[in-house]
């Protein structure tokens, strides 16, 4: 047997197996496929695996009653993956063979702002609508993009339920420090979170960002316990959170609230922290509190009912990533039977024009195609287990307040 | 020995090693041509095999400096974020033209290269590539934290539409073409014999009268202008950079693996590298959604343990499977 | 000043875990001239390992340190023996690229069976503290430094008195001599790549008492093990301590910047990894061979 020849046979078959038509995802006609680069490996994988959940529980949802009714005919969904390895510039050449070689009909959103802003270039060339729900970034929607909505409120409101709950109690907060991870979305969040307290006569006494990678914040909470804060807030991601609750617990950091963007909503957070992580407030797009009850059928109708079916399938409560990755296959099941085609310009006006309620909140997009008109929820650990108590109308317990010291909750 | 003679048996020595061989240098040229006809043909495809084209670049410009004067970077990605950064920051000042971005990361990046190669490519060996390293992290620190740089939140890039987007293709390729060219032509100069010999033996080199940190400087600069024209055409075609997307392990780490893997310090190595590195991880992406990681370091174990010298060796066996298999125990300790 | 005193001690005590963390992969770079990139992911396993006999079986991480030494020592010497010294004889790259390939390999496998999912070990101790003239010092990561120096300590006594110590000098310095006195030397190579995957664990063990868990979570670690075994000098136990204790200081210290030029303000906080960097293009500009480096290899 020669090796040579061998080779050079070998390089042809690689190319022409990258270059052979992908196998159709379902025969075409009476499917509608979905399309969407999700984190599955690498740093975001437990974040990209909640998107994917929530996405997969309204698939089956849909399937299992009859599939989408656009224009008189009814179509089964399917969703196509492929894995971002939690990089964004990956994401961009996914979302390409999406819609390039899988003809994708709608690309549904990644995980992360950044990873959603590369997306959203190419969905805009492409010109193939986008709904995503895990890029809060207002940056990603201040290009003029045509093609993008998104069913979340935007990252600069994260903190403020947590900053209006500590403001409004008793003793009321007077001060804040926010410590941020070097991200867009959590900068944004920071940003947010200062311009409330600012706005509100409260005093922002450090506010100060870390590495995206950092492996310790010790100093970062020396200088936030000098500053002596009423209230601690923290915007970042699951890692981080923890990193700095653990931090402030070893220098013994007493605060009256302590708040965090991401984390407290994941069981993760509890699970790692035990009792420490009580008395954490952690701002939320949704929460199985909300009372919102869904204008038009199709869906559950309650977040109640949502979380129920949820729980059954996935044996967890579903937590805001989920909701807020079904909400945004909703907004398409929505914006679908609004056009009664699947024209992909036809969609994307009746995206923005799209006014709905359903179990998640309000689905309606500005100009920009942002979600600004839902509001967002705060919940807290309250020994153990995550209720929302914020805003008042949707409270399922009394707000805990002010913390206790270390060691005592 | 005398001068002349020792430099005729170091040409000897070194033409096989810099050329790689034949099979795999024809291999090359006939993919690479063909790759100008995927906007055409295959237009589906473009982003695909521009992230291709681009670590092609990438590879060329990091076996200038790694390869053949055998000072191994670890920091290359620093001149592909820059010259991603060249391109966004001429487009925030309403200059989009991609001709201006490559020019201006060119420039920027060989400057730069020298600039810091000055202190640093006097240290030898590993110290050199963590040094590369510390200037790569540092930079992406700072951009991070620099406003005009639009800090951490990055900054967008007026992009042409649909129609027009192939030239961001043919802008790669011509990069890419040029960085083969430009190694092809250096290789076969005695600027590339200067570099290999220096990578043999810096002190005889010193003495054949080749200026060690001349040379090396020369090297890196050249490695830079490469890498940072493939960040200049990437960022226009992406749309938006910021310092996770401009200095991405990737850009930094894969180059390096696919020419190791391709076979370091020839002409065809980093090409026929990264073709097959990248279209095995494609294929890997599309086949096994979860865990085409797990079987992509799989695939490089077993492409180290039995082809030990690099891929291009493959193409270049006289024998068959068992002339194959006795050369590989010559690796075992 | 009480905040540059908290400082000084919060770079100890982090400097302290980097020591470890680099110590294992500075003496496999130094001694056999592999730069492990699956040095990380060896961290990630140490810290699994910790994890899964606290969790089920209740083990206090201190205890279990033994363990993961164990177990990722076993590893690493299989992964020398069976794998590696295929390609021994192989220029340097191409084991660095076949770690590579091992690297994405493991935290793979890791991901298949802890999934991606964060865990913490927090212990009765977890985070308690007590404070000396103003500056706080938590438990956990006092014991943390002190296991680092201990462990430090007993690495450089076994390489310099024990007799296997002395092989693996000696391999270190002329391979061939140490060949022709009689030192097995492929046996030599597994121990100090056994012992360099054994030392991750121990980094990867300590690290998970005050980090939390995720199959990627050596990459941070990997990269400033990088750094700091080239800052204190590659391939000597002192050179990592120093390494890695300068580093910490520097960083803590660095998070003290705050200027505003113009409108850029410029944050400490954002820049440690830089500051600590620009710090270690100096030292090397000034000791091309790190701070405790020798003029020899």
């Known amino acids: 047997m020669k090796l040579r020849p061998m080779a050079a046979l070998g390089l042809v078959a690689l190319c022409a197996a990258l270059t052979a038509p992908s196998v159709p995802v379902a025969a075409a006609g009476d499917t509608i496929v979905f399309g969407s680069a999700v984190s599955l490996t690498g740093s975001l994988t437990k974040e990209g695996h909640l998107t994917q959940e929530g996405y997969d529980f309204w698939k089956s949802y849909v399937n299992a009653h009859g599939g989408l009714k656009v224009g008189g005919k009814s179509y089964k969904v399917d969703i196509k993956y492929y894995d971002d390895e939690s990089k964004a510039a990956t994401a961009a050449s996914l979302a390409e063979r999406l819609i390039d070689q899988d003809h994708v009909n709608f690309i549904l959103g990644p995980y992360g702002s950044g990873t959603a802003f590369t997306v959203a270039q190419m969905v805009e060339r492409k010109k193939i609508p986008m709904v995503e729900g895990n890029g809060a970034a207002e940056k990603i929607f201040s290009q003029g993009f045509k093609y993008t909505f998104a069913v979340l409120s935007p990252a600069p409101r994260y903190l403020e339920g947590i900053l209006d709950v500590a403001h409004s109690q008793k003793p009321a907060a007077q001060s804040v420090a926010i410590t941020a991870a070097s991200d867009p979305f959590s900068q944004e969040v920071a940003a947010g979170a200062a311009a409330w307290a600012t706005a509100h006569g409260m005093k922002v006494v450090y506010n100060n960002k870390y590495p995206e990678n950092a492996t310790d914040v010790s100093s970062i909470v020396s200088a936030v316990k000098a500053a002596n804060p009423d209230v601690i807030l923290n915007a970042g991601h699951l890692q981080d959170a923890l990193l700095v609750h653990k931090g402030l617990k070893e220098q013994n950091v007493q605060a009256r609230a302590y708040g965090y963007s991401v984390g407290p909503d994941t069981p993760d957070f509890t699970g790692s922290l035990g009792k420490d992580a009580n008395f954490v407030f952690g701002g939320a797009q949704w929460s199985d509190a909300v009372k919102y009850r869904a204008d038009r059928p199709g869906f559950y109708a309650t977040a109640k009912e949502y979380a129920k079916a949820f729980d059954a399938v996935y044996h967890h409560r579903p937590d805001y990533h989920d909701a807020e990755s079904t909400a945004t296959c909703l907004a398409f099941q929505y914006a679908l039977q609004d056009a009664g085609s699947l024209d992909p310009d036809k969609v994307r006006d009746a995206l923005a024009k799209l006014d709905v309620t359903t179990f998640y909140g309000i689905l309606k997009f500005d100009s920009r195609g942002m979600n600004v008109y839902k509001p967002m929820v705060t919940n807290q650990i309250q020994n153990g287990k995550l209720v929302t108590v914020w805003p008042r109308g949707l409270a399922e317990a009394k707000v805990e307040y002010p913390t206790p010291p270390w060691g005592q909750r | ?333 | 000043m009480h905040l540059l005193a908290q400082d000084l001690v919060n770079g100890i005590l982090a400097g302290g875990i980097l020591a470890v963390v680099a110590l294992g992969f500075s003496l496999v770079w130094g001694i056999m001239n592999i730069i492990n990139l699956a040095h990380g992911a060896f961290v990630m396993l140490g810290a699994y390992v910790t994890w899964q006999l606290f969790s089920s079986f209740h083990v206090d991480p201190f205890l279990s340190l033994p363990v993961s030494f164990a177990v990722l020592f076993t590893l690493g010497y299989l992964i020398q023996r069976f794998l590696i010294n295929w390609v021994a004889r192989a220029p340097v790259l191409t084991t660095f690229l076949l770690t590579f390939g091992l690297s994405l390999l493991v935290v793979n496998v890791a991901l298949l069976i802890w999934t991606g999912d964060t865990k913490g070990v927090t212990t009765a101790y977890s985070g308690t503290n007590f404070t000396v003239a103003g500056v706080t010092v938590p438990w956990a990561k006092l014991y943390t430094l002190l296991a680092a120096l201990l462990i430090t300590g007993v690495m450089q006594l076994w390489l310099t008195r024990s007799k296997t110590g002395r092989a693996i000098r000696a391999t270190a310095m002329d391979i061939g001599a140490a060949q022709l006195s009689g030192v097995r030397v492929a046996h030599i190579y597994a121990i100090v790549f056994g012992l360099g995957a054994g030392l991750a664990g121990v980094a990867g063990t300590l690290i998970s008492l005050s980090y939390s868990l995720n199959p990627s979570m050596g990459q941070p670690f990997l990269i400033k093990a990088f750094v700091v075994c080239v800052l204190g000098g590659l391939g000597s136990v002192e050179g990592a301590l120093v390494g890695g204790l300068t580093y910490g200081i520097v960083e803590a210290f660095a998070s003290q910047i705050d200027v505003t030029i113009g409108t850029q303000h410029i944050s400490g906080t954002g820049l440690q990894d830089a500051v600590a960097l620009v710090v270690l293009l100096i030292v090397l500009i000034v000791r091309p061979r790190g701070i405790m480096g020798r003029a020899t290899a």
Request: a positive charge.
């Open chain 2, 1 to 333: 020995m005398t001068t002349a003679s020792a430099s005729a048996a170091m040409r000897k020595v070194s033409l096989a090693g810099i050329m790689g061989n034949r099979g795999a240098l024809w291999a090359a040229v006939i993919l690479m041509l063909l790759l100008l006809l995927v906007p055409v043909a295959l237009p589906g495809y473009q982003t695909l095999f521009r992230t291709i084209l681009m670590y092609v670049a990438l590879a060329y410009g990091w076996n200038t400096i790694g390869g053949y004067t055998g000072y191994v970077s670890f920091g290359n990605v620093t001149f592909f974020g820059l010259g991603a950064y060249c391109s966004a920051l001429l487009s925030a000042h309403g200059v989009n033209n991609l001709f201006a971005d490559v020019a201006l990361a060119v420039v920027v990046n060989a400057a730069f290269a020298a600039l810091v190669g000055l202190p640093i490519l006097r240290l030898k060996g590993h110290y050199f590539g963590i040094a590369t390293l510390g200037v790569a992290l540092a930079i992406t620190d700072i951009v991070g934290n620099l406003d005009a740089f639009g800090g951490t939140g990055g900054l967008a890039l007026k992009t042409v539409d649909e129609a027009h987007f192939s030239i961001y293709y043919y802008a790669a390729w011509l990069v890419t073409a040029g960085a083969i060219g430009a190694t092809f032509l250096v290789a076969r100069s005695k600027l590339g014999y200067a570099f290999v010999a220096l990578r043999e033996n810096e002190e005889a080199a010193a003495v054949l009268g080749i200026a060690p940190t001349r040379y090396k400087i020369v090297a890196w600069a050249i490695s830079a202008a490469i890498a940072g024209a493939a960040g200049a055409v990437f960022a226009p075609a992406n749309g938006f950079v910021d310092p996770s997307i401009a200095f991405a392990e990737d850009a930094n780490v894969f180059p390096i693996v696919m020419t190791i893997l391709g076979g370091i310090g020839t002409v065809a190595g980093p090409f026929i590298g990264a073709i097959i590195l990248s279209g095995v991880n494609e294929l890997l992406a599309r086949w096994f959604i979860k865990v085409h990681t797990l079987f992509f370091g799989a695939v490089i174990v077993a492409v180290v343990l039995l082809l030990p010298r690099g891929l291009v060796w493959l193409f270049g066996l006289r024998g068959g499977a068992r002339t194959w298999l006795k050369s590989l125990a010559a690796y075992k300790a």
